[in-house]
């Protein structure tokens, strides 16, 4: 049956119509079977009953002579069957002349084959007939009896019920698919609120649950089951929250201390080489630690964040030009080369937070610059395209193996194996991915190995009035601000 992406509505609607067409089949072939045969029986008893009234006139003539036997026969003849009935004996020799033309140019069966009363079916003339021979006996001569009844009734009879059959089945497979479908649907509607209310659970909403309704059936179960589920979720995942937290904050402290006193150790001019060095390691990793650190309270942060925040009019032209900014000297550093697109025929507004879409930039140029080697180009480009602002950077670095493009957004993901060889912690796209979604705005990356890659950010252009700046205060109470 029906495979691939169909709903489960479909599905069942399509089982149902394929069984009861299949049923229908079945019901329509023994029907005509079975009329077919009827329509036989009502042939042969018609015939048996005509063979009777025959023998019984020929009985009757026993004492006439010839030709009063012959006139009663040729009465009889016409008078019950048009005519189509025959008299021979065992010899094959008429006993009476054809009653009819039709009765002579009859091709009846072989006398000599037959040994009892038999109905079979002949075509004669190109028309078929059911014929009924049974063995008799007058004044002592034994005599075989025809009697013949043409078959196009009962044709014209079952061709008819074939036909309605046919007719009717398109009407009822409608008919049945739509009380099918509606029936599915009805059925499976629960089934699309359990889909619509889980759909709109994530991790920052665990604590919503969804509805139950007294039906004592399975779908209760489910919509219980999956609540017990989501409690656990919680649960677990304010333990791992919490834990994050607070672990990220404590060390915070012990790894300031141990950068400072690093730093401070470096400054004593007396300090061998081999001290000095490792003291630059010391700062070095616990700048990195640091970093790490900074990154998980940023989503730890975002994981209890509302989405739903006021914010300002924002000019995507000045996110660019500010980053890009922040970005030419680490460009220059590696000898790479940064371009910058920004020609546009209307301003790209933008409701949303200037600094988280400094960040959001700086974190995709940095991971380009990281991953394109020398000599090598970062693009960024800024367009508008109907009511979206495109923000784009793409360079022709070492690109993204097509199996890490869907988890490229995860916590903490490394793409192996050229990927992994570069420095970070494996926060900053998943970090990206929630300020854009803090935008309403959708991050998307197209890439191929060995073939650069393009980061991709559409927002919604905002065409409503600038009439000052909107709060901005709950938006930057959740937002860890970008460095330069």
Same mark, same amino acid.
């Given at each position: 049956?029906?495979?691939?992406?169909?709903?489960?509505?479909?599905?069942?609607?399509?089982?149902?119509?394929?069984?009861? @067409?299949?049923?229908?089949?079945?019901?329509?072939?023994?029907?005509?079977?079975?009329?077919?045969?009827?329509?036989?029986?009502?042939?042969?008893?018609?015939?048996?009953?005509?063979? /009777?009234?025959?023998?019984?006139?020929?009985?009757?003539?026993?004492?006439?002579?010839?030709?009063?036997?012959?006139?009663?026969?040729?009465?009889?003849?016409?008078?019950?069957?048009?005519?189509?009935?025959?008299?021979?004996?065992?010899?094959?020799?008429?006993?009476?002349?054809?009653?009819?033309?039709?009765?002579?140019?009859?091709?009846?069966?072989?006398?000599?084959?037959?040994?009892?009363?038999?109905?079979?079916?002949?075509?004669?003339?190109?028309?078929?007939?059911?014929?009924?021979?049974?063995?008799?006996?007058?004044?002592?001569?034994?005599?075989?009896?025809?009697?013949?009844?043409?078959?196009?009734?009962?044709?014209?009879?079952?061709?008819? @019920?074939?036909?309605?059959?046919?007719?009717?089945?398109?009407?009822?497979?409608?008919?049945?698919?739509?009380?099918?479908?509606?029936?599915?649907?009805?059925?499976?509607?629960?089934?699309?609120?359990?889909?619509?209310?889980?759909?709109?659970?994530?991790?920052?909403?665990?604590?919503?649950?969804?509805?139950?309704?007294?039906?004592?059936?399975?779908?209760?179960?489910?919509?219980?089951?999956?609540? %017990?589920?989501?409690?656990?979720?919680?649960?677990?995942?304010?333990?791992?929250?919490?834990?994050? %937290?607070?672990?990220? !904050?404590?060390?915070?402290?012990?790894?300031?201390?141990?950068?400072?006193?690093?730093?401070?150790?470096?400054?004593?001019?007396?300090?061998?080489?081999?001290?000095?060095?490792?003291?630059?390691?010391?700062?070095?990793?616990?700048?990195?630690?640091?970093?790490?650190?900074?990154?998980?309270?940023?989503?730890?942060?975002? /994981?209890?964040?509302?989405? /739903?925040?006021?914010?300002?009019?924002?000019?995507?032209?000045?996110?660019?030009?500010?980053?890009?900014?922040?970005?030419?000297?680490?460009?220059?550093?590696?000898?790479?080369?940064?371009?910058?697109?920004?020609?546009?025929?209307?301003?790209?507004?933008?409701? #949303?937070?200037?600094?988280?879409?400094?960040?959001?930039?700086?974190?995709?140029?940095?991971?380009?610059?990281?991953?394109?080697?020398?000599?090598?180009?970062?693009?960024?480009?800024?367009?508008?395209?109907?009511?979206?602002?495109?923000?784009?950077?793409?360079?022709?670095?070492?690109?993204?193996?097509?199996? /890490?493009?869907?988890?490229?957004?995860?916590?903490?993901?490394?793409?192996?194996?050229?990927?992994?060889?570069?420095?970070?912690?494996?926060? #900053?796209?998943?970090?990206?991915?929630?300020?854009?979604?803090?935008? !309403?705005?959708?991050?998307?990356?197209?890439?191929?190995?060995?073939?650069?890659?393009? @980061?991709?950010?559409?927002?919604?252009?905002?065409?409503?009035?600038?009439?000052?700046?909107?709060?901005?205060?709950?938006?930057?109470?959740?937002?860890?601000?970008?460095?330069?």
């Amino acid at each position: 049956m029906l495979k691939g992406p169909f709903s489960i509505s479909l599905r069942l609607t399509a089982w149902f119509c394929g069984i009861f @067409f299949l049923g229908w089949v079945l019901f329509g072939t023994a029907m005509w079977f079975t009329l077919k045969r009827t329509l036989k029986d009502e042939r042969y008893q018609t015939l048996s009953r005509r063979m /009777d009234r025959l023998q019984q006139v020929l009985a009757k003539s026993a004492g006439e002579d010839e030709d009063d036997r012959t006139r009663e026969f040729t009465e009889f003849a016409r008078a019950t069957g048009n005519g189509l009935a025959e008299v021979y004996r065992v010899n094959g020799q008429r006993a009476f002349p054809s009653p009819s033309a039709a009765a002579a140019a009859f091709k009846w069966p072989d006398v000599q084959r037959i040994g009892s009363e038999r109905f079979q079916h002949v075509t004669s003339g190109g028309q078929p007939y059911w014929v009924l021979l049974r063995p008799d006996s007058l004044n002592g001569e034994s005599l075989v009896l025809f009697a013949a009844a043409p078959e196009s009734g009962n044709l014209v009879i079952l061709d008819s @019920f074939l036909k309605g059959l046919l007719a009717a089945a398109p009407i009822l497979l409608l008919v049945s698919s739509a009380g099918g479908y509606l029936l599915s649907r009805k059925a499976l509607t629960p089934v699309d609120k359990i889909t619509a209310a889980t759909r709109s659970i994530s991790i920052r909403n665990l604590s919503e649950r969804i509805p139950v309704t007294n039906s004592r059936d399975e779908l209760q179960r489910l919509a219980e089951t999956c609540n %017990a589920m989501l409690g656990r979720l919680e649960s677990a995942v304010l333990q791992i929250k919490q834990f994050t %937290a607070d672990a990220s !904050h404590e060390l915070r402290g012990p790894l300031s201390f141990t950068r400072t006193v690093s730093e401070v150790a470096l400054r004593n001019p007396k300090l061998d080489a081999q001290s000095r060095a490792a003291f630059e390691d010391i700062v070095v990793e616990s700048a990195k630690a640091s970093e790490l650190l900074e990154g998980m309270l940023t989503l730890a942060r975002a /994981d209890s964040y509302s989405l /739903d925040a006021p914010l300002e009019q924002v000019d995507l032209a000045d996110v660019v030009e500010e980053a890009c900014g922040m970005a030419r000297p680490l460009a220059s550093e590696r000898s790479l080369t940064l371009l910058i697109n920004t020609s546009l025929a209307s301003p790209a507004i933008v409701l #949303g937070d200037f600094s988280s879409l400094r960040r959001l930039l700086w974190i995709l140029l940095d991971n380009a610059l990281k991953y394109t080697n020398t000599p090598g180009s970062v693009e960024v480009s800024l367009r508008v395209t109907g009511a979206k602002a495109v923000l784009s950077v793409s360079d022709n670095g070492i690109g993204i193996a097509e199996a /890490d493009l869907p988890r490229i957004f995860d916590r903490f993901y490394r793409a192996d194996p050229s990927r992994s060889q570069v420095e970070g912690s494996g926060l #900053g796209l998943a970090i990206a991915k929630w300020i854009a979604e803090l935008h !309403h705005a959708e991050l998307t990356v197209a890439s191929a190995e060995h073939m650069g890659a393009t @980061f991709r950010v559409a927002f919604q252009l905002d065409d409503s009035p600038s009439d000052g700046q909107r709060d901005r205060a709950s938006v930057r109470d959740g937002l860890v601000r970008a460095k330069p």
